[in-house]
């Protein structure tokens, strides 16, 4: 991938709801998504390999289920 093509596109992703583990199953199952998991934080992240991004499933703070898209931008 060249310098430009590195900007203006989505490159990393976070899904948090109230029962983290669930989620990843739900994932896991849907995409075939593998997680490297911090059970403190209970938090997983996917490995992703040339074809994909990499992203994060985790337990909601405060409650609020939510998904962040994380877009690389030139500033």
């Known amino acids: ?20 583990a669930k989620l990843r199953g739900f994932y896991g199952e849907l995409f075939g998504w593998r997680y ?21 499933i985790a337990r909601a703070q405060g409650g609020a289920s939510h998904v962040t898209v994380y877009v690389t931008v030139p500033d």
């Open 1 to 20: 991938m060249t310098e430009q093509n590195k900007m203006n596109h989505v490159s990393w992703f976070e899904i948090t709801g109230k029962d983290a």
């Open 36 to 56: 490297d998991i911090s059970e403190a934080m209970d938090y997983g992240m996917v490995s992703c390999d040339d074809a994909g991004i990499g992203g994060g």
